[in-house]
């Protein structure tokens, strides 16, 4: 028995009351067929429809065929007559992202010789695939307002069955029939615009897709790939930018229009700081190398709270300018980060391999990292004494 798809003759319609015919799992999974559905069943690039059977969620629904098995989120208890209920929002985007789908395949196709060969409708977005390299923004700006234009003309979407024979005599649309595909072909036509051969759920008129926006082109598989918003989803997405200008415009306290011109100054100043930091860190460490060689013994070492990985470099290099024999062994923490870092090092004149007290350095921070001959680095682990980390450097 083939199930009536009710979702073909009416996608707006939202609730049902109709008999179970089958019951069945699979893969663990519990699911009924219906005498009558108005679940639309993943298929074209289209996601499946969500919603209630007999009050249990549907998570799920497949085409088997002819059959149409709904996937629930646990068994059904309810008796053979049961109540369907969709989710009419999740159709309704569902409906505007594949018309705007259709309409604005035929344009690039007709118009501008951009042919689809590939459809994707995502949770965030909708997306097709073209011939040809990824078009500029502004030809993607021009490409939306030819789709505007088309939806403000507010033409009907229909649909209707024909016989296999009649599809070579029409100017079809088509990348093909399903695999098994038996009986009438149904077509989706917006006349005069496109002729598709297309089992999927659409808008009645244009003028319910209300806005198409282009969001960028990027290369895939050998064309384009083309992302677009249709419907809500661009009402959704308009409110969501005014809300970040909205936040933006508190914290940067101006005017949208004077985002660019405050962001510039704001660069240029943050620029100049770091170049006064680093000026100043080079000072500091400057200070820091005097002291640290002025101590005596061959093993120079310090323990300090806001250095990361490249100021204890810079100062380790500072340091064996003026000590060249001696072996600078430095632990510090990041300020910033928070994370632990240390740097073993030998002067010119100094041991040639520094490994082992590298080695013993990094297991006293349980730090990650290692080295050979003259320097051995790493970071990670606890933040030592100094007492502690020149015994671990000494091996005492």
Known sequence: MTDRKIFLEDPGRSEATTTIVERGTEDGRFWVRLAETIFYPEGG?????????????????????????????????????????LDAERRL?????????????????????????????????????????????????AFEDEVEAEIRRDLPVETRWVAPPELAALPVRTRGLPDGHAGPVRLVEIPGIDLNTCGGTHVLRLGEIRLVHLLDATPARGGSRIRFLAGGRVTRALRDARAVEESLKARIGTAPEAFAEVLDRWQGERKRLEKRVRLLEGELAALQAESLASRSGSWLVRAI??????RLRTLAKATLA????????????????????????????????VAAPGERVRALMGAK????????????????????LRAAAEGS
């Not at 799920?60 to 065929?65: K, L, N």
């Open 93 to 141: 985007d569902h409906r505007q992202q594949h018309t705007a789908q259709h309409l604005l395949t035929a344009i690039l196709q007709d118009r501008h010789g951009l042919p689809t060969t590939s459809f994707h409708l995502g949770e965030r977005y909708t997306a097709i695939e073209v011939e040809g390299a990824p078009p500029s923004p502004e030809r993607l700006r």
């Open 305 to 310: 709270e806001d250095a990361g990985p490249d």
């Open 322 to 353: 003026l000590r060249p024999d001696a072996v600078v062994v430095l632990a510090g923490r990041d300020e910033a980060s928070g994370e632990a870092a240390f740097l073993v090092q030998s002067g010119p004149t100094g041991p040639e391999d």
């Open 45 to 85: 690039g289209q996601p499946a429809d969500r919603g209630t059977i007999g009050g249990v969620a549907v998570v799920d629904v497949q085409a088997r065929g002819p059959r149409v098995l709904h996937f629930l989120e646990r068994s059904l208890d309810a008796g053979e007559v049961v109540r369907c209920l």
């Open 369 to 388: 990292g290692g080295g050979r001959g003259r320097v051995v680095q790493g970071r990670g682990g606890s933040f030592p004494t100094e007492a502690a």
